[in-house]
């Protein structure tokens, strides 16, 4: 049966929550990732990249944590993915975009090392460029 669970609901701080990504631990339990938008919730709002954790199957989210925010000078950071490394790390990319027209645009990666406890910068790619990326679409070949 299809049950519709609620991650997270908006609030006057952030009016729109969306755009994630999920990824199984090896305990069993669940990472999500997703964006919180300020203001008016637009595309361009600025945004917060967060994290909770579900430990009942996806039923129930807790532990919310700020992973990546919108730098001074930006628009956002959007489109969270989460893949498992051949390493056994979990890796975060995200883009951070600089500006709408031209809209420019950085890919970014974070790295966990201890399951989503904790992300650290990791790499930059496809620096400044006219690309984007949506959420929860890469995968591992």
């Known amino acids: ?12 701080e952030f009016t729109r ?6 990824i199984e631990l090896r305990d069993g339990r669940l990472l999500i990732v997703y964006m919180e938008f300020s203001g008016d919730g637009s595309d361009y709002a600025k945004t917060l990249i967060v994290s909770r954790i579900s430990d009942d199957g996806g039923l129930t989210w807790k532990n919310r944590k700020v992973i990546a925010e919108t730098v001074p000078g930006d628009i956002n950071v959007y489109s969270p ?20 027209n031209p809209r420019t645009t950085t890919m970014i990666a974070y790295k966990s090392f201890d399951e989503g406890e904790t992300f650290q910068p990791y790499s930059e790619f496809a ?6 990326l949506c959420n929860a679409v890469l995968k591992r070949l």
């Open 17 to 22: 929550k969306s755009e994630g990504d999920v």
């Open 1 to 12: 049966m299809l049950q519709i669970v609620t991650v997270a609901k908006s609030a006057k």
């Open 127 to 132: 620096k400044k460029m006219e690309y984007s």
């Open 81 to 100: 993915n989460l893949i498992r490394a051949l390493d056994g790390s979990i890796l975060l990319i995200f883009m951070r975009q600089h500006s709408s």
